[in-house]
């Protein structure tokens, strides 16, 4: 390079030539740190030939005892998207920080803000519990007993109603997601508050004779918060169904159109919302008139834009300057009367949903309040607090990178092998038990993996967490083998062609196989 470089200007060659030093030694050093870390699975067990299942397939697998004996590897180390597995990092972490999470006071509470003139201002303040409610399906956390909480109060009337989510930064959209996960209900906006999981339901169900227009509503009752223009049409009973379903970012306007067969049972698709702040108001206002109390003034929303403590700059946790980053927390401070608050459900139990479900939303949620204990409620910091904890659980840096909470992204990376030790972690921490717990169980009848390995050897058998995109398969847990021995497993699927169905059937085959070795 350098010579080739000689027969060009001579302060050129020579400054070209210290920068391409420059970076070979950066290269080979990197080259050093990576071989120096590789960890025991770097030596593959397995080839792909022991997988048939998986042939024709990029996939890694890693299989091991609770003490770490290697029993099957094949790609182990090598990146992949995780997927929906991105869960199992943010959830052990959760876990693991469970008292300062509950040192937080998560309450969702109404605040009334006096005004000079006219009827005081009702704030609905957000603390980042998902699981608030409303309508006839909601048991507990209902925004109708904060609504009932007001009218007992004495207050008849009210001026504006204001959302507010300033308890985590606005960042409604994490990075990497897919434009075409932003209108549905499990790429809805993250916010501070959630009411009915941020999604609007719409149940279609075809009419009575083919051509007719298809029947759709909200399944809340009530005024319609979006605007529904219906082009659904109702088909021939042998037609293939064909709906779909489309708004525009930041329009309260929804459009259904296609076919839904004349046999079909009714269909029911979740529409996801851009500013949550905005729709719980909306949903306490409905409320408060219910419980005959007036509302004269707007609905507003207050949000607390990004700031500089909330970006990535430092890459390390236990950079001092990350540190600091992090811990310039933005108290939300105003004259303001709290009337009635709803106490939050317990980090567990969100755990639970987040596993057992798959719960994208609260995955983010909890995300975000790592990133709360530690400083400013962003997820930048929720994702310093989960490297320190996988820093502590002693997996290499390199092995994986995390952008979400939930595995939406397209930027998350993990080697199977660094799946498989945190799940080997995990097994022998004191929260162990309960993140166990929280692990969809094969052929159960609840869960992700209820349809999934009933009637085999592993009915009942398997803990493990799902992951699925629209490229990606990938499933990692426990599972008692044959010898009734625990193992430990990770396997991912990626690349799959769009066209091509999901790969859990060969999943599910291949760990058969292995729990029969072993």
């Known amino acids: 390079m350098c010579e080739f470089l000689s027969s060009m200007n001579k302060n050129y060659m020579m400054s070209s030539c210290v920068v391409f030093r420059f970076w070979l030694m950066i290269v080979v050093g990197v080259v050093t740190m990576a071989v120096a870390t590789a960890p025991a699975h770097s030596r593959e067990q397995g080839k792909a030939t022991a997988h048939p299942e998986l042939g ?12 770490g004996n290697i029993l099957v590897a094949h790609r182990a180390d090598e990146r992949f998207a995780p997927a929906s597995n991105v869960k199992l ?23 009334s803000e006096p005004t000079d003139l006219g009827p005081p201002t009702l704030a609905l303040v957000g603390r980042g519990d998902p699981t ?37 930064a606005d960042e409604r959209k994490p990075l990497g997601w897919n434009w075409d996960d932003l209108k549905f209900g499990h790429g809805t906006s993250i916010s501070a508050i959630a009411v009915n999981d941020n999604v609007l339901p719409l149940r279609i169900t075809p009419s009575n004779e083919p051509g007719e227009d298809a029947n759709a509503s909200w399944i809340d009752a ?23 379903l489309e708004r525009r970012i930041g329009h309260q306007t929804a459009r259904l159109y296609g076919e839904l067969p004349m046999a079909s049972k009714s269909v029911t698709l979740d529409l996801a919302v851009d500013d949550p702040a905005h729709l719980a108001a909306w949903y306490l206002k409905r409320a408060l008139e219910a419980k005959g109390v007036s509302v004269s003034g707007k609905l507003r929303t207050r949000s607390r834009p990004l700031q500089f403590a909330d970006e990535p700059i430092p890459v390390d946790p236990n950079d001092p300057a990350a540190q600091s980053q ?48 530690a400083g400013t409620g962003s997820s930048f910091c929720g994702l310093l607090q989960i490297q320190k904890f996988l820093d502590g659980v002693g997996v290499p840096r390199g092995s994986y990178s995390i952008a979400d909470g939930s595995g939406l992204s397209n930027y998350n990376r993990a080697s199977p092998a660094t799946i498989t030790t945190l ?43 799902t992951g699925t995109l629209n490229h990606v398969d990938a499933l990692s847990g426990y599972m008692l083998a044959r010898s009734g021995k625990t193992l430990v497993f990770s396997i991912i699927v990626n690349d799959r062609p769009l066209d091509s169905p999901a790969a859990t059937r060969q999943i599910d085959a291949t760990l058969l196989s292995i729990a029969e070795q072993f």
């Not at 024709?56 to 003490?67: A, C, H, K, N």
């Not at 038990?433 to 058998?461: H, N, Q």
């Open 132 to 168: 608030i409610g409303f309508g006839e399906n909601c048991k507990m956390r209902c925004i109708e007993a904060l609504a009932k909480a007001v009218a007992e109060s004495g207050i008849t009337e009210v001026g504006d109603i204001v959302g507010d989510d300033r308890w985590f």
């Open 326 to 373: 992090c811990a310039q927390r933005n108290q939300n401070t105003s004259n303001e009367i709290v009337i009635a608050s709803l106490q939050p459900a317990s980090t567990r139990d969100i755990v639970i949903e987040v596993n057992r479900e798959s719960q994208n939303l609260y995955a983010e949620v909890l995300l975000r309040q790592l990133g709360r204990a």
């Open 423 to 465: 799940l080997r972690y995990a097994a022998s921490a004191s929260w162990g038990d309960i993140f166990r717990a929280s692990l969809p169980v094969g052929g159960d009848s609840v869960g992700t993996l209820k349809y999934r390995f009933r009637g085999s050897a592993l009915e009942g058998k398997v803990f493990a967490k």
């Open 222 to 244: 009530g005024p319609s918060y979006f605007d529904l223009h219906n082009e659904a049409k109702t088909s021939d009973a042998e037609a293939p169904r064909a709906l779909r």
């Open 56 to 67: 024709g397939f990029r996939y890694g697998i890693s299989v091991t005892d609770l003490d």
């Open 89 to 111: 990092f943010v959830t052990a972490a959760a876990l693991a920080a469970e008292e300062e999470l509950s040192a937080l006071d998560r309450a969702l509470r109404v605040v």
